[in-house]
């Protein structure tokens, strides 16, 4: 990426003239819509082990077929009954290449016996919307195929084809990846100029709006596997090799390790841009996290968990197993330890250090190879799109490039050559995002916002006259 490009756009884009605002809303029956398949989405369980992507596929489909769209231009496929995409063109004039509008339909998996509420009901309470995929990624995937709906009952044509892809498996992976399958079986189905994703949102501190995220690179995905075997024996007869300790002692030990704290090229602009947002002892912290101090970025890291997974390698433990009977020593402990890579870290490398680490020749750490894509390039007319309507919509809140501390979909789609860029539009505060965890929730205000907030700035991204 070329660093003079990133900072001229970065700062020139946050210093766009302010115009008269855009809607903050669509009118009530778009809004009515967009709900309507939120719900729908929600409440069809769609985990990686207990559901099924195909369900809201198909719904997805019926609700474009009575809008209008014809059969040629829907695809529903994928890999397994269980795992399939879709895949919807609205056609433009083809004055450009097309526009890749992408979201995932699958969800983390989640117990009803730990959360307070059904995860696959939309319930709307105390001005949020709660359920499974609320946040990641189901808001995004109504959204596309409400407003794709509304363009089409528009009669609006834009200059390139609009393309949504709603696909499976892009938390759980594996052989079923949507993405991953479209782009081996049916790259002309989706290739376009660039994409648009997840990845990228809102970030509010006590309510207020602070940055609207436009995410251009991503850590990669590292699954390391712990592994102990033992011969058992008799819980009677206890020794001290026992594979559940020795197991237990090496997670203890990368509980408190930490890889080295250090900005990149985004990070290092991202913690840039933030401090203006903020004054006194934390502006002057992230000024000089920005600049690369190391006694800065331990302040920091230490005061919050996002800004500590922005500046390093991180490895957690995720999954247990171990054990064949409560009388017995168990003959096999093992464990999955989760590491989310900084771009410039090798998988070499991260595994290495965690073998030190765990000092002991009874674990055997293997990984599944993590694979990562290049950043995308900073598009003037992406990031000064994304920069003027978030002015518009949100005063003073400025737009920022970002290295998301997950992994997306735009892993696949940037190393096929499809440049993407998470934003969304959907605020969420900094210290209460729920994705894949208890009680998932998106304030009401904030996906309707969104949705105005993707409607229109697709629109100025594929009209040849941008919208002024």
Partial sequence: MNRPLL?????????????????????????ALAREIYKEFIEIPSGYTTGSTTPVARAAEARLRAAGFPAADIHVDGPDPRKLNLVVRYH???????????AHTDVVEAKREDWTMDPFQLIEKDGYFYGRGTGDDKAQAAVWIANLIQYKKE???????????????EEGGGPFNGVDWLLTNHRDWIDAEYALNEGGWGESVDGKRIANDLQVSE????????????K???????????????????LDRVA????????????????????????????????????????????????????????????????????????????????????RVLPEDGADYVLSA??????????????????????????????????????EMWPGTVTIPIMVMGGTDGRSTRAAGIPTYGVQGFFFDRDDIRFHGRDERMRVRSFYEGHAF???????LSATTPAS
């Fill in 92 to 102: 433009g004039s083809g004055a450009r290449k097309p526009l890749l509008l992408l």
């Fill in 232 to 250: 058992g024996g008799h819980s009677s007869l206890p020794v001290e090799d026992n594979a559940i300790n020795h197991l237990a002692g090496a």
């Fill in 354 to 391: 965690i073998r030190k680490v765990v000092a002991d020749t009874a674990v055997v750490v293997t990984s599944a190879r993590g694979e990562h894509g290049p950043s995308s390039p900073l598009r003037a007319d992406v990031v000064q799109g994304v920069t003027k309507l978030t002015q």
């Fill in 155 to 169: 009669g609006f044509t834009p200059d390139r084809d609009l393309i949504v892809a709603l696909t499976a498996d």
């Fill in 256 to 339: 408190h390790f930490g890889f080295p704290l250090k900005t990149n090229e985004v990070t290092a602009e991202y913690f840039k841009q933030i401090a203006k947002t903020e004054s006194g002892a934390l502006k002057a912290d992230l000024e000089q996290v920005a600049a690369g101090s190391q006694a800065a970025m331990q302040r920091v890291a230490k005061g919050s968990v996002s800004w500590n997974a922005t500046l390093r390698t991180t490895c957690i433990a995720t999954m247990l197993e171990g054990g064949h009977a409560m009388n017995a020593l168990p003959q096999l402990a093992a464990a999955t330890v989760n590491c």
């Fill in 219 to 230: 850590k990669y995905v590292l699954n390391l596997r712990f592994e102990v075997r033992n």
């Fill in 454 to 460: 993707l409607y229109e700035l697709v629109k100025r």
């Fill in 7 to 31: 900072l001229s756009l970065a700062i020139g884009a946050c210093a766009v003239a302010l115009p008269a605002r855009a809607q903050l809303t669509r009118p009530a029956a778009e809004q």
